[in-house]
């Protein structure tokens, strides 16, 4: 089994939708998880951070579910320059490694 | 804050030269970098872990010897593809842990990749 699985998609919604991504991870222990997005041919840009329960950004909510072991991120009203490949992250205590995701593709259509 | 560099952005070389990527955090002293590569339509995989005057830490599977990586400094680290092939041929990203103190831990910055091309 993998260590982070995300649903590759594409995910194709219009303009001003909701949209939600989970992602799954195996080690039970860890506590650090990140949601980055990746712009196509760029680097990845961190999107939000999730420690706890969950965290909100404006128009981003992440929640971690630590008995079903995913996090979730959900996107509200949705922008055409929302259009990315969003990555999960599970990031190691003492080590600091991340493991990503093989990332979730967003199209945003107008 | 938390600007990371590397250079060059893209190379295109001749199939058996050594390409020699570098890595630097402009605004803050990272004592940790990695280094990932890409392939198309694939995630990010982690190579190695390079610790500022230490020795780097590969993934089960990268050749140490062909990816020699250096971290002489607290803002540089330099990744060399020896002996370049076709199948080395991706996107090189590097990321640097900030580590201060209150900043989020664990939080890692990247650079903006170098696009390597083998011929």
């Known amino acids: 089994r993998k260590e982070v699985e995300q649903d590759p998609g594409p995910f194709n919604v219009p303009e001003g939708a909701t949209v939600a991504f989970n992602c799954t991870y195996s080690n039970s222990a860890s506590q650090s998880f990140f949601w980055y997005r990746q712009d196509c041919r760029k680097e990845p840009k961190l999107l939000m951070s999730?420690?706890?329960s969950g965290n909100e950004d404006g128009r981003f909510t992440a929640q971690l579910n630590r008995a079903s072991q995913y996090i979730s991120l959900l996107i509200r009203d949705s922008k055409l320059s929302d259009s990315a490949t969003y990555l999960c992250v599970e990031a190691f205590s003492g080590t600091y490694k991340y493991i990503f995701g093989t990332g979730t593709r967003l199209k945003v259509l107008a | 804050g938390a600007v990371v560099s590397q250079h060059p952005s893209w190379v295109i070389c001749k199939s058996g030269t050594s390409v020699k990527i570098e890595c630097r955090s402009l605004?803050?002293?990272?004592?940790?970098m990695f280094w990932y590569r890409q392939f198309p339509k694939q995630s990010l995989m982690l190579m190695a872990t390079s610790n500022e005057g230490s020795k780097a830490t590969y993934e089960q599977g990268v050749e140490k010897d062909k990816f020699l990586i250096n971290h002489a400094s607290l803002t540089l680290s330099t990744l060399t593809v020896t002996s370049a092939h076709p199948e080395d041929s991706s996107f090189y990203i590097c990321?640097?842990?900030?580590?201060?103190?209150?900043?989020?831990?664990?939080?890692?910055?990247f650079g903006p990749g170098t696009r390597l091309t083998v011929l």
């Open positions: 605004d803050f002293q990272a004592t940790t």
């Open positions: 990321s640097a842990r900030e580590g201060r103190a209150g900043s989020l831990p664990d939080t890692q910055y």
């Open positions: 999730v420690y706890s």
